[in-house]
């Protein structure tokens, strides 16, 4: 390879980069004489096959072209970048004497969010800690841990999305088409916190549930708040005062709370809970006699379900200090977006998933 070559790629570059009418050009020029698969990259990688007395001089031409080459490309990169500014200050000129555009209000919480928050403050200030857990589930927390043995008919009233288990999925929970499922409420977290807390315990799982319904009440997803108590000695009695003491941070001091004979797999006894009705204060009339639109008359408003946690409940976990003979626990549960609807004075529960704006905006 003889210096003249490397002279002669010296001008060739030099009089690319000068031709460069913008960056993309100059960057393409610099990748031609300068990059992995240039030619004088290949000389100054071949500096050491050369014959001895050759390496000298070609190898201090060959970096001086390259240091030159660096030269031309850096300093023409500043006058394309001051003549593209130039450019852009031309054509994206503003007019500083139009009048500026109202500022756009500062943005706030979405009401579900903003009736969740307020449910969380409510029972943690009875002792309660937040806990969340997985949206997608195994059949087995979902489930059977909660008393739904496979077949049991109440996996029926939960009809849900199930998805495809990956590989790793472990296998003491199953791995077929049926074995994950997006959960259908956060009760599965009953069984994974006493997995990972002895007794005494006191959480509520707030989040994201999933089943099969969809109409002016219902929704293919909606947010539910799941409640556990557990220790020696609790009994229906703490469960009423818990329900009670909440509601009335939620609706109101006046309120009551009734309980009514439910049943649910994973609660024994179960119930039913409602709160007496913040317009008419439980009368089922309105001033002048009129029937009250609410409570449909009647005086009670159904918020959820609720009940003692079934000693089956407590098997599958027994070997993390729950006894069935010695502590006992209750358990509650209901949706936000009821609770949201109802102190908003919502009639339909698609408003909350809408994005209305004209809706939201109310709420800030």
Known sequence: MSVERIGKIEEEAAAAIAGAGDTAELEEARVRFLGRKAELTGILRGISDLDP?????????ANRAREAIEALVAGRAGELEREELGRSLETDRLDVTLPGSPPRPVGHLHPVTRTRRLIEDVLVGLGYRVVE?????????NFTALNHPEGHPARMLQDTFYVEPSEDLDPSCGSGPMDVLLRTHTSPMQVRAMEDSPPPLFVIVPGKTYRRDSDATHSPMFHQVEGLAVGEGLTL???????LEMLRALFGPDREVRMRPHFFPFTEPSVEFDVSCFRCGGQGELEGGERCGLCKGIGWIELGGAGMVDPNVFGFVSEHGYDPDTVTGFAFGFGVERIAMLRHGMGDLRFLFENDVRMLEQFS
């Open 133 to 141: 857990g997985p949206e997608v589930e195994h059949d087995f927390y």
């Open 237 to 243: 009695a703490d469960l009423k005062g818990t329900l």
């Open 53 to 61: 007395s050759e390496r000298g001089e070609v190898g201090s031409a």
